[in-house]
């Protein structure tokens, strides 16, 4: 008479077990399977300004500021003024800091910033705003690897990358060519901008003007050349290569 109470016990203690596996297996199935949501990134902001009264926005990537929008800055941080040099001869000739406008072309509105032959951003009277230099090639590399570069690529020449270049360039037509904008999301903050280049010889490349972005490197790579990079409208990684000084590039800075 004893036996049947402690099947019965026994039977209604399975149940309550498989009952409690089978709500466990249910919460894994309409929970655990969920997709979680990576927690928004929140972008951190500032400005800076420099000598000339410029103020230009600037962003956090990883643990270093950089300048977001191109320098246009024509004097120096003692006051002291930039050469602006527009003739070819002059330009192709010359060994002291020196700037120029795409093209000349002081009527055209939208111009990212000014170019500026590498001998502009090694002087010693300083070109960048107080408390910020212009970057050397670690530094860019550094940038590049807080977006998921990879450091074996980084220090490559060439087409490096995946998408990095994408994450660096401002996503609107304002910045690049319009019909091939879609290899630009800004995911950075960086802003890139296609303000083009001038070549050593003084003429300017093309197209260049909002479709491709050059910036120097304060890093040398021989006594004629330093390092620099690139982007282009049709491109989704990041161009890192050295070669004359007499270009005329974009400039970003980083803070000290």
Request: aromatic share 14%; hydrophobic share 35%; net charge negative.
């Amino acid at each position: 008479m004893e036996i049947l109470p402690t099947r019965f016990y026994l039977l209604r203690t399975e149940m309550k077990i498989t009952n409690v596996i089978t709500i466990f297996l249910l919460g894994i199935f309409f929970f655990g399977c969920e997709p979680k949501e990576d927690p928004e990134r929140t972008i951190e902001t500032g400005t800076v300004t420099d000598i000339d009264g410029n103020v230009y926005k600037t962003v956090k990537i990883g643990d270093q500021w950089w300048m977001a929008e191109n320098l246009n800055v024509k004097k120096y941080r003692d006051g002291t003024f930039l050469q602006n040099i527009e003739n070819e001869n002059d330009w192709s000739t010359a060994t002291i800091g020196a700037y120029c406008v795409y093209e000349n072309r002081h009527d055209l509105t939208g111009i990212p910033g000014q170019l500026y032959n590498w001998f502009a951003i090694n002087n010693a009277k300083g070109l960048a705003p107080d408390g910020w230099h212009i970057p050397t090639d670690d530094e860019w590399q550094k940038l590049e690897q807080a977006i998921g570069m990879s450091s074996t690529d980084a220090m490559r020449n060439g087409w490096r990358g995946t998408n990095e270049g994408e994450k660096l360039k401002l996503a609107s037509p304002n910045g690049w060519t319009k019909f091939e904008n879609v290899w630009s999301t800004n995911e950075s903050g960086f802003t890139a901008l296609a303000g083009g280049c001038r070549l050593p010889d003084a003429t300017y490349g093309q197209p260049a003007l909002f479709s491709t972005g050059f910036w120097w490197t304060l890093t040398e790579s021989n006594p004629d050349e330093a390092f620099y990079r690139y982007l282009d409208y049709k491109n989704r990684n990041v161009f890192r290569n050295h070669d004359s000084k007499k270009y005329g590039f974009s400039v970003r800075c980083v803070k000290d």
